[in-house]
């Protein structure tokens, strides 16, 4: 059986997708515990619902303790997924789990990639921009934001009549179309 664990730091939604994808197919994959940095994130509540163990931590123990990297052997966790989580991974961390963790990001990096790019801030400036195209980037995760090497990308069209929020909209679907089966693909590979 391979081990999931999830880090989110809001909704959800792509966890509670992924979640999903495992559980109703007879693969020997689960997700094993959500962790999350913000004690209200609605991830929570999805977790809850799912019956998936939820891990809920703070700044200190996360950039100057191993306590997370413990839990995660603890728990024999072999693939982490960072699914709308906003915090740079430390260093120790990465080190812990060389390859073995996976973002995505919500444009096709290297564009709209880097420090404050993320969820809505991204969309706004794809819109700004007057983008003609957007879409996903899958990618490991090494010590600079958005920068490791990248297992898939996927497209969308961007209209003149699209916003932020269409263009959010958007993403989402691709997020939930590839995500999961991304993950897939790359647990057969480690
Ligand atoms: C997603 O668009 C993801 O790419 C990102 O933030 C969003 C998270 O959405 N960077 P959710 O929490 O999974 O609903």
Not at 13 to 22: K, M, P, V, W, Y
Not at 131 to 159: F, M, P, S, W
């Amino acid at each position: 059986m391979k081990r999931l664990a999830i880090f989110a730091s809001g909704s959800g939604s792509n966890a509670e997708q992924i979640i999903n994808h495992f559980h109703n197919r007879s693969l020997q994959v689960c997700v094993d515990l959500i962790l999350t940095n913000r004690p209200n994130a609605y991830v929570l509540q999805r977790a809850e619902k799912l019956g998936v163990e939820s891990y809920v931590f703070n700044r200190a123990s996360f950039y100057d303790s191993d306590a997370i990297i413990n839990l995660l052997n603890e728990r024999h966790i072999d693939l982490i997924v960072l699914a709308g989580f906003l915090w740079l991974v430390p260093k120790n961390l990465i080190a812990a789990f060389p390859n073995k963790i996976i973002n995505i990001h919500p444009a096709l990096l290297p564009k709209y990639g880097g420090k404050g790019m993320y969820g809505q801030h991204v969309h706004q400036a794809v819109v700004a921009n007057k983008e003609i195209e957007t879409g996903i980037t899958i990618h490991l995760v090494d010590e600079i934001y958005d920068n490791g090497a990248i297992l898939r990308q996927e497209k969308c069209e961007v209209q003149l009549s699209d916003t932020a929020d269409t263009v959010a909209e958007k993403i989402h679907k691709l997020e939930y179309k590839y995500f999961a089966e991304t993950i897939e693909e790359y647990l057969t590979k480690i």
